[in-house]
């Protein structure tokens, strides 16, 4: 028996989420019956988070156990061969047994991306949130430092009560402007550089001006909607309607209803799960 990793990247646009669903075709559901495909066995996979209709993945997790005695690599190239498009398997490894994709995680990494334009680009609907009027950048940066730590974050949970707890620990979160995708390989956010491929030293896939504006959040786990409300809070920071002092006040009033909007999920991606060493490579 052996235990695989896989890191995956998605578009979630036509996908009902990360989990098996009556209304519609989900990521498991595709990756499982692939997988079963290429294995002949019968697939479960375990998975870091699960995403929600529309969500995108640049570092989505999943692991399963497996008798195939294919080569990871082989077995990457195989399963992308069945896959489809909008669905890649970035790396193939093996690890321990005792590696699980969601209870090993230490933290992960999500990102929203906002087209924060005049006009809109047809080009990027479907991967950032159009927001038309300008957003000021610093201020909203001074709030989102005001989540960093351990707080109840019920305030941006949809589905609050929840069976455990709405107690999470948030270790970084950032507000920049950038002129490039958030494609995976792309260097950590920085205000003053734009984002070139690692391979290539070119301009990046989009450039005009500093039009995207990504707000970027590590925390040891995320509550139901939580970036996505985070999002639409800071979204009203940026207009001015809300000052940054106002983040904390939000935060302990535990209160949906005082935070800001559920930002559409077609800005939102899972960027990457930290494992620590839970996660070591399996010598070949």
């Given at each position: 028996?052996?235990n695989?990793?896989?890191?995956?990247?998605?578009?979630?646009?036509?996908?009902?989420?990360?989990?098996?669903?009556?209304?519609?075709?989900?990521?498991?559901?595709?990756l499982?019956?692939?997988?079963?495909?290429?294995?002949g066995?019968?697939?479960?996979l375990?998975v870091?988070?699960?995403?929600?209709?529309?969500?995108?993945?640049?570092?989505?997790?999943?692991?399963?156990?497996?008798?195939a005695?294919?080569?990871?690599?082989?077995f990457?190239?195989?399963?992308?061969?069945?896959?489809?498009?909008?669905?890649?398997?970035?790396?193939?490894?093996?690890?321990?047994?005792?590696?699980?994709?969601?209870?090993?995680?230490?933290?992960?990494?999500?990102?929203?991306?906002?087209?924060n334009?005049?006009?809109p680009?047809?080009?990027?609907k479907?991967?950032?949130?159009?927001?038309?009027?300008a957003?000021?950048?610093?201020?909203?940066?001074?709030?989102?430092?005001?989540?960093?730590?351990t707080?109840?974050?019920?305030c941006?949970?949809?589905?609050?009560?929840?069976?455990?707890t709405?107690?999470?620990?948030?270790?970084?979160?950032?507000?920049?402007?950038?002129?490039g995708?958030?494609?995976f390989?792309y260097?950590?956010?920085?205000?003053?550089?734009?984002?070139?491929?690692?391979?290539?030293?070119?301009?990046?896939?989009?450039?005009?001006?500093?039009?995207?504006?990504?707000?970027?959040?590590?925390?040891?786990?995320f509550?139901?909607?939580m970036?996505?409300?985070?999002?639409?809070?800071l979204?009203?920071?940026?207009?001015?309607?809300?000052?940054?002092?106002?983040?904390?006040?939000?935060?302990?009033?535990?209160?949906?209803?005082?935070?800001?909007?559920?930002?559409?999920a077609?800005?939102l991606?899972?960027?990457?799960v930290?494992?620590?060493?839970?996660?070591?490579v399996l010598?070949p």
């Open positions: 028996m052996r695989l990793k896989l890191t995956l990247a998605y578009d979630g646009t036509d996908y009902v989420g990360w989990q098996m669903q009556t209304n519609g075709r989900a990521i498991q559901e595709v499982e019956h692939a997988i079963s495909r290429l294995t066995e019968p697939s479960k375990l870091a988070g699960r995403t929600d209709s529309g969500v995108h993945a640049l570092g989505q997790v999943c692991s399963l156990r497996t008798n005695p294919i080569p990871c690599q082989g990457r190239a195989a399963l992308q061969d069945i896959l489809p498009e909008d669905i890649l398997v970035r790396e193939v490894e093996e690890v321990p047994l005792d590696f699980h994709a969601t209870y090993s995680a230490k933290s992960k990494h999500y990102r929203y991306v906002i087209w334009s005049q006009l680009n047809p080009f990027v479907r991967y950032a949130y159009h927001y038309h009027v957003l000021d950048v610093d201020v909203m940066q001074a709030a989102a430092q005001e989540l960093i730590g707080h109840d974050f019920r941006f949970e949809s589905r609050w009560p929840n069976k455990a709405s107690v999470r620990t948030v270790l970084r979160c950032s507000v920049t402007r950038q002129t995708w958030p494609i390989g260097p950590e956010p920085s205000n003053s550089q734009p984002y070139l491929s690692p391979k290539m030293e070119t301009a990046p896939v989009v450039a005009s001006g500093h039009d995207f504006l990504w707000i970027d959040i590590a925390a040891d786990g509550l139901y909607n970036v996505r409300a985070i999002a639409g809070t979204i009203r920071v940026g207009r001015g309607y809300w000052q940054p002092s106002d983040i904390r006040r939000i935060v302990n009033e535990q209160d949906r209803t005082l935070a800001g909007e559920t930002a559409p077609h800005g991606y899972l960027v990457s930290d494992y620590g060493c839970a996660d070591r010598e």
